[in-house]
């Protein structure tokens, strides 16, 4: 009996293990021609591409100050490098196991010879995308100037961006209904219904013709800046709010009805479960201080360290319009000038004990809509 628990609980641990994780990127091998595999050695024969990268968040997946207190609020942050700090040499400690009595987990881990502090500062550098079999891989078939080994890839593929932007546990995390990370399987669903765009068209748009290098050819250009959720004008040219209506109602409340479109690749918010869509009706007073309202959230809350749903899935599917229509609780206020309808594209709840630690954090949301109109006296 006793070993039949036993028995259970390492066949349950090695499943675990395995979904938490999988097998990472290979050992870098040393690249002929150049110095190391850090983003530095890259950075004099590639400076627009590397100034480009070093904006980006693949830069900062580690640096992040919000992933860094993040990982201050979980125990398993082993499973967290896989995406956010993808080579072995970026990892301080090497996991080759667990000790477990569930729910508790204990990593065995040994230290790492081959940890290199500063390669850990890049979080999701470039060899992690370039670096295949010894070569430096990309668009070009020709690119014999190089001084290191280079070689035709086809990285335009989803599957490159599926390694860390779909997260398929097959074991932990069976009370969600799909997966927390799942935005590569939202974008086969846009696909399948006629999307013409891939991952890379969308945050890796082309670039102006440019040296792909330092003293190379002119060439067809890629985006390393990776535009997404974080610029406003990329958002708000695919996330399409309007104000259809917004008047008192015969009885002196207030109605709103405002349309979403999803003209992204995948649902809206995809991944990170702490962005939302906010939409909310007020009624204002003649300073635009709010007297009354009323708010609808479109989420997808999960408690991600015990993998439960919070709250009903209700964000945008694939090329999704919503009409969303919100009443005041009551009659509106005596006091009210003028009601107003806005949507916000919320990052991170404000109220959220990880974000409140910080207190150097970009802006945690972007204004899709604001629509007012003045209210007549009754
Ligand atoms: C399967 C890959 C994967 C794993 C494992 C993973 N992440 Fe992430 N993480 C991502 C991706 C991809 C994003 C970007 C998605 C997005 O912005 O919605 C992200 C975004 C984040 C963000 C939000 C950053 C921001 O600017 O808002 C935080 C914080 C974070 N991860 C923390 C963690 C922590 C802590 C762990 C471990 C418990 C972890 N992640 C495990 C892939 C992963
Ligand atoms: C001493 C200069 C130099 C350094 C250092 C260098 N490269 Fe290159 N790289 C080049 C040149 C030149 C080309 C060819 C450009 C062309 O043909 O348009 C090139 C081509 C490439 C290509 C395209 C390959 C293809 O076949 O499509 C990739 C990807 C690449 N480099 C990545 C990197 C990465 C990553 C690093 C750092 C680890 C790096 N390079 C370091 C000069 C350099
Ligand atoms: C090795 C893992 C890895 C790969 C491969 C990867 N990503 Fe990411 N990506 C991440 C992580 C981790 C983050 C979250 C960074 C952070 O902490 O803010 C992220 C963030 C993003 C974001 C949000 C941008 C932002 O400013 O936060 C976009 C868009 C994105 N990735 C697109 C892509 C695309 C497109 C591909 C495929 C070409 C790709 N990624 C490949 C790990 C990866
Ligand atoms: C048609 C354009 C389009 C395509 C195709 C597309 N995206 Fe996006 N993506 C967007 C828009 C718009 C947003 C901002 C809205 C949002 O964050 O949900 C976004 C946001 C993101 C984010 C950040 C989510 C967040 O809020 O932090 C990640 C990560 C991402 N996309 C990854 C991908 C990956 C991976 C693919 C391919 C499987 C892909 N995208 C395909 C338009 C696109
Ligand atoms: C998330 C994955 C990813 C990361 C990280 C990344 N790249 Fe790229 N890179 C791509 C993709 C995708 C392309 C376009 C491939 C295509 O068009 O077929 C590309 C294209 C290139 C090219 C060909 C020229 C061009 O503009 O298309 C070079 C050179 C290059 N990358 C170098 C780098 C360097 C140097 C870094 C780090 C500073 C880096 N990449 C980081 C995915 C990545």
Redesign the pocket.
């Known amino acids: 009996m006793v070993a039949g628990i036993a028995i259970v609980h390492v066949g349950l641990a090695l499943a675990v293990y395995r979904d938490l994780a999988p097998p990472s990127l290979p050992k870098s091998e040393s690249?002929a021609g150049?110095s190391?595999?850090?983003?530095e050695?890259?950075r004099?024969?590639?400076a627009t591409i590397y100034a480009e990268w070093a904006r980006s968040g693949h830069a900062r997946a580690f640096v992040d100050p919000l992933y860094q207190r993040d990982l201050a609020h979980h125990d398993t942050t082993f499973a967290c490098e896989r995406c956010h700090t993808p080579l072995v040499e970026q990892r301080e400690s090497r996991v080759f196991g667990l000790a477990m009595a569930w729910p508790v987990i204990v990593p065995l881990a040994l230290a790492n010879t081959s940890f290199d502090p500063v390669l850990q500062r890049e979080g999701v550098t470039?060899?992690a995308c370039?670096?295949i079999e010894g070569e430096?891989?990309?668009?070009?078939?020709?690119?014999?100037?190089?001084?290191?080994p280079?070689?035709?890839?086809d990285l335009r593929t989803p599957e490159l961006c599926a390694r860390c932007h779909q997260l398929d546990f097959t074991i932990i995390g069976r009370k969600l209904d799909r997966p927390v990370l799942d935005t590569v399987a939202e974008w086969r669903a846009f696909a399948a219904s006629g999307g013409q765009e891939s991952c890379v068209d969308c945050h890796m748009p082309s670039a102006v013709a440019r040296?792909?290098?330092?003293?190379?050819?002119t060439?067809p250009g890629t985006r390393h800046d990776l535009p997404g959720p974080f610029d406003p004008a990329f958002v708000g040219a695919r996330v399409i709010a309007t104000a259809q209506s917004l008047a008192l109602t015969d009885g002196r409340g207030a109605r709103a009805i405002v349309e979403i479109e999803n003209r992204s690749g995948h649902r809206v918010p995809t991944a990170e479960p702490q962005r939302a869509l906010v939409v909310t009706l007020a009624a204002l007073d003649r300073e635009g201080l709010t007297l009354s309202s009323a708010e609808v959230r479109i989420a997808r809350p999960i408690d991600v360290p015990r993998l439960r749903p919070l709250g009903p899935d209700t964000t945008l599917g694939v090329g999704e319009r919503r009409e969303v229509a919100l009443a005041l609780p009551g009659p509106v206020p005596a006091a009210t000038a003028a009601l107003a309808v806005t949507v916000d594209f919320v990052m991170w709840d404000p109220s959220d004990p990880v974000l409140a630690e910080l207190d150097d954090r970009q802006p945690s949301r972007h204004r899709l809509l604001d629509h007012r109109v003045p209210t007549e006296p009754p």
């Not at 190391?36 to 983003?39: D, R």
């Not at 430096?136 to 290191?148: E, K, M, Q, T, W």
Request: glycine fraction near 10%.
């Open positions: 690249i150049l190391g595999v850090s983003a050695v890259c004099p024969c590639h470039c060899v370039h670096l430096l891989r990309g668009p070009f078939d020709d690119a014999s100037a190089a001084p290191h280079t070689g035709f890839a040296a792909a290098a330092l003293e190379g050819p060439r």
